[in-house]
DNA sequence: TCAAAAACGGAGTGATTACTCATTTAGGAA
DNA sequence: TTCCTAAATGAGTAATCACTCCGTTTTTGA
């Protein structure tokens, strides 16, 4: 059996990412545990697999890691701590404070092309994520913390900041109207991915503005 | 090991649902295989639990079934085309008959009412099918074309009619009417159970209508 | 009523699993 | 160079996996 080359290169990930004290082992095969739990989720992958991807013995790897499921913690664990979740919120952050001025439907239209890309480059992470959440407590709540939460929190700032100036309606909550856009817009991701011989030929920009509109003409105060 | 009692009852699966002909042991089998599926996902699920929940020898499973994944398939399949999709277009069909000459919001709002019960009594099944469709595209192909293209058209021919009614903007792609609803309705199901401390309380049917009202705000033509 | 056929049971198969442990290797200090 | 220690190794282990085989029981049909 010929080696398989890993068809998800995890490029991205600084050495910070994962944690701050890692040997050139532990590197080793936390990066080759991602790649093969994103390939083929955690149960179905291998420890042996593992081991041979990251060029190290069997044996290395339960010097490092106790069982199997300590590598799924601290893999996914420290890369949502260190890495998507300051990954989303800084983003948003800069974004929000350098267009402090520019009119709402633009903003949007940044954050939303911003999120997008994003999204896009961490898919196969954020997949894996999603994914086990379901079947480990312990992901699941590190998810909600660290990641939805505060990424919540940094676009309810901003949408609270908006609703005062008197660019949003203050009759509802803007909890609810978080849920609008956010559901226009990952609606229209998964539509993309799913069907994307419908979003073929279009220009994204401009269905993202449509999403836009669409939601600021429900939200906006009436004129 | 005292036996396990199953904690999910498929009481809501009639007989039709798996298949035409199925002998008792078929279809203790099946019930078994998407107990323990439902619980523990395809991949740490196994034969010999699948065989004890049922009350059948291991030996017996594997008469009827040529493989593990031939369980998985021959459970979730069916199940998609016998029951999820015409449960979820049926309801929907009549729903649309019966209310015709309502308004739009009133509709919309006994729509999603529907879909909310339907798919929380569903929602175990649902959980496994999107999770394992995730890795099984035999799945993935029947849940598109048999249960999600089947919704979206229903009701994306409601909405048409709707809009050459007068009563929905047509200055944009129903698709995108569509998937702006069906964006505000998922997230805010999201939301109860991801943050269940938001929601007590509230009217469910008060929040649904908020939703139904902020969309149809910006998809109603301007007056 | 009875023989043929089909269904069933459960011990058993080799392969594979997560994990262990005695041994080897590597690298710095004396 | 010669230790010493910690890291790395890979053969090995018991358990468990999906799946088979064959004797027994149940069903079928005439």
Redesign the interface.
Known sequence: MPDQVPTFQHSWIGDQSLSGELTDKQWKILKAALTVFTE?????STTSEIARVAGVAEGTIFRHFKTKKEILLATLIPLMQNFIGPGATNSLHDLLLENDNLPMEEVLLLILEDRQKHIAALWPLL?IVL?EA??HPELKDVL?NNV?RKVQKSFLVFLEQRQRKGELRDD??V???M??I???????LV?CT?FPE?EQGKNNRQ?LK??VE??????QKQT
Request: net charge positive; hydrophobic share 45%.
């Open positions: 083929k989720g955690y149960s179905a997949r994914l379901n079947y909600l939805v509802l909550d909890w609810k109207l849920c609008s956010f559901g226009g817009f990952v609606t229209y539509s799913l419908r269905e449509v999403i669409l939601f600021l003409r429900g939200a």
